[in-house]
């Protein structure tokens, strides 16, 4: 089936999220749309899908025009969607899951749920995938889980099938296998949207790349285009895809983390007796396929969350057991994995954010009044120093971008006298430009003799950034390596595979 | 208050190609049962040693018109009591012997503590007294009390299961009552007035929704509000308009008990539940027939993807909002009919506020019953036992203060919500509109 969108535009409030796209995707081809957080193509295939209605353009599906009233006439039309946060019910199984929205029924209104099974032991067999019908969502590896959505979408006969940022989650052994299947549905004739910002996923699987920028298409690339051709076009200018930085200088001072242990209230170790040492002026990356522990392990390094067994000593202090207030004034910056929800007070502005944490005592309190004249020169200061693009510093940071957001959590964090650095995803939903900056940011801190502890799930980030390289699987150190380490090894690494064994494989 | 012990991983198996790096779990095992049981033990134990009763205490299985009767029993209260607070303290001791071995306690125990300490109770309360317990009664009783409980439990299901939290039973339940008893009089026809009732809990549902699906208005503070609503209409409508006329408006010729043949021959149990008003067997049908339309229709899968996850509902072509209103009217429906018992089973007039707290009990069964329509009608079955006993220890003549017993129903909700039962986990988007961007 083929697809085409023409002039489609979409606008929330004053901001316009796609202007005039237009768009053919040709049965039989995987069509690329790269571009960064917040270009715009989410929101495309959302309309396409029926999510969002378009004000003005139109959707057609063989030279038809087609009018979606809501995902259910997409679905009929034959439009499939692997969701970037995946469409599943946890507490339902795959099969449930599956026939959810179209289930067939027996005598008495009863659920069909044997031919749901069939139907997806039936796609399932036809791809290779080994998926238990009656197994539930929330149990399954988010890899399974993803497969249960292609399922989902195919057990519909969808014949243009979207992938929205389809490899977030997934380890570089799953990509490839994902690559895989993207290819057979090629082979058979469907018509394959791939959304995705990552260069080198687009450059192995695409046929042809659609580029979009700040909501509008800015031109068409070949598949044979370098990394920087597509960074540049996907940006706007050249872009440093590596982090400059020199060998690192190590410190006396360091981190050191000892069997710590951390359980969640179902009772799974989440962080499964991990030790590992940072020393002053070296940069830890913390890899891994997200939700395999490293969230935890963050928090429970700096307080937010209880450790039920270990130690962790900061320069021979033991962290462990004090409360947050307690590890910040010792000296540990916190950048939060979700800046929106633990970094920032959305409606607060930019002035009261950059001294969320200082306002207990002098210089930015006195005698439980604020200084709003310093804090107002202070981030002032602050704003000019990180480059936040901001109409001004009474600004809500909730207005702010995504990348300008996190400089804002990493200038306050920056701004106290460190002696320990702990950030999580600190370029997650930021721009091309910003990450940039906030890397070049990371680096001076380790510079400057401070043990930097990073959380990534993108390996690019790992390897560009890390001196070290410490990958996690279900909780457990699979091995620590310096980052010049080969992305394969560190691919089966974080599949759980220690480097000695994937050597040998 | 938990306790950690490490067991043999068991989860599952990694992908293919992954290797032997398998994540570990602890159990997570409550000792809340072991504290919980050891201080209700306790508890009995002062109670039958500081005010030690002599005599026989008698209880009587069958009434004169049973076909099988059974003969009643006489047992010495005190030595009764006695051996079931032992017996109470080797089963606590065999539930902490599990938790320390890092095990779950079995419901099983648990129910078995409470007939002890149930019959414990009883004994000792009815020793030396010259009546004896009426146990049909006692049972049959407890039915009668938990009929608008579940009622307005089920509804309550429906609804959160949908993702529609419903505070407003205790309205539902009311209108109905007050509806079915002008509908019922005027007509001098029950079953109108429990249609009537049915249509007056749906028309507050119809509230409910508007509000908080269409709306979007927090769950909670409309459905409190509309419980003040219910509550001042009906009591302003009642003063003004049903006492002056109570002949021709509030009057209702009640259902009458029917016996159902055999079942209600059964010893002690068939005339405590088989002969009942019709109302008491529509809640016997609409208890399984909740359960099947939850969770083997299409209706009710839908149902509930939509209180788990409605974004995820929506793309695959289902109308929340449209299934959130249906959840919502018929669960209004079900506590509507609850309702009606009040005043075309229980009693034939109205009164002011006579529903007394019922929808909040249904509330906690919800919850107590982990939003599953059978554990939920089980739940208020427990809460309408508890009121009952009151009745049951004044018949007798027990010497506990009539007060503390009518505070009973609300202690055991209170432990019962506080997770005595181990955790239970709601619809995830329960209270949550759903919002389309």
Known sequence: MKLELRGITKRFGALVANDHIDLRVEPGEIHCLLGENGAGKSTLMNVLYGLYTADEGEILLDDEVQRFTGPGDAMAAGIGMVHQHFMLIPVFTVAENVMLGHEETKAAGRLDLDAARRRVREIADRFGFHVDPDALVEDLPVGVQQRVEIIKALSRDARVLVFDEPTAVLTPQETDELMAVMRRLKEGGAAIVFITHKLREVREVADRITVVRRGRIVGEASPTSTDAELAALMVGRAVELTVPKEAPRPTASALEVRGLEVTDPTGAVVVDDVSFTVRGGEVLVVAGVQGNGQTELAEALVGLQPASGGSVTLDGTELLGRSVRQVLDAGVGIVPEDRTHDGLVGAFTVAENLVLDRTDGPPFARAGQLQLGLRDRFAAEKVEEFDIRTQGIDTPVGRLSGGNQQKVVLARELSRDLRLLVASQPTRGVDVGSIEFIHRRIVETRDAGVPVVVVSTELDEAVALGDRILVMYRGRVVGVVPATTPRDVLGLMMAGIPQTEGASA | ?437
């Open chain 2, 1 to 437: 208050m938990t306790t950690l012990a490490p067991t043999p991983s068991s989860s599952p198996a990694p992908q293919e190609g992954a290797t032997a790096v398998v994540a570990r779990h602890v159990a997570v095992v409550s000792r809340k049962a072991v504290v919980a049981s050891g201080v209700l033990t306790l508890l009995l134990a002062l109670l039958v040693a500081l005010a030690p009763h002599a005599g026989l205490a008698r209880f009587r299985f069958s009434s004169e018109t049973d076909l099988f009767r059974i003969p009643s029993v006489a047992v010495p209260g005190q030595t009764v009591a006695w051996v079931c607070v032992v017996l109470a303290v080797l089963v606590t001791a065999g539930m902490a012997l599990l938790v320390r071995a890092g095990r779950r306690v079995p419901v099983v125990l648990s129910a078995l503590l409470a007939v002890l300490l149930v019959v414990g109770f009883l004994a000792w309360a009815g020793a030396g007294s010259d009546r004896d317990f009426p146990v049909v009664r006692l049972v049959g009783g407890s039915v009668l009390l938990a009929v608008p409980i579940v009622f307005g439990a089920l509804g309550g299901v429906l609804g959160e299961r949908a993702g529609v939290v419903n505070i407003a039973i205790e309205a539902q339940l009311l209108a109905g009552a007050f509806t079915a008893a002008v509908v019922g009089s005027l007509t001098d026809s029950p079953w109108a007035g429990l249609l009537a009732a049915v249509l007056a809990g749906a028309l507050v549902a119809l509230v409910l929704g508007l509000f908080t699906i269409t709306y979007k208005v927090d769950q909670v503070i409309v459905g409190v509000v509309l419980n003040v609503l219910v509550i001042g209409l009906t009591s302003f409508l009642y003063s003004q308009v049903l006492v002056p006329s109570a002949d021709r408006l509030n009057s209702t010729t009640r259902f009458p008990p029917v016996a159902v043949p055999l079942l209600s021959e059964v010893p002690v149990l068939g005339p405590a539940l088989f002969r009942q008003s019709v109302v008491v067997y529509l809640m016997y049908l609409a208890v399984p027939a909740v359960w099947f339309a939850l969770y083997r229709t299409r209706w009710g899968l839908r149902l509930r993807a939509v209180g788990e996850h409605p974004k995820a509902a929506d793309t695959v072509g289902i109308k929340v909002q449209r299934t959130r209103y249906v959840a919502v009217l018929v669960a209004g429906g079900i506590v509507g009919l609850g309702g009606a018992f009040y005043t075309v089973v229980s009693v034939s007039s109205f009164g002011k506020e006579m529903t007394a707290g019922a929808g909040f009990i249904a509330l906690a069964a919800v919850i107590f019953g982990k939003w599953d329509p059978v554990r939920a009608a089980l739940a208020a079955l427990l809460f309408g036992a508890a009121s009952n006993l009151e009745g049951a220890l004044s018949i007798v003549g027990a010497p506990v203060p009539s007060q503390f017993m009518l505070m009973l129903p609300y202690v055991v909700t209170v432990l019962a919500v506080a997770g005595l039962v181990g955790r239970s986990r709601g619809p995830a988007a329960s209270g949550q509109p759903y919002v389309k961007e």
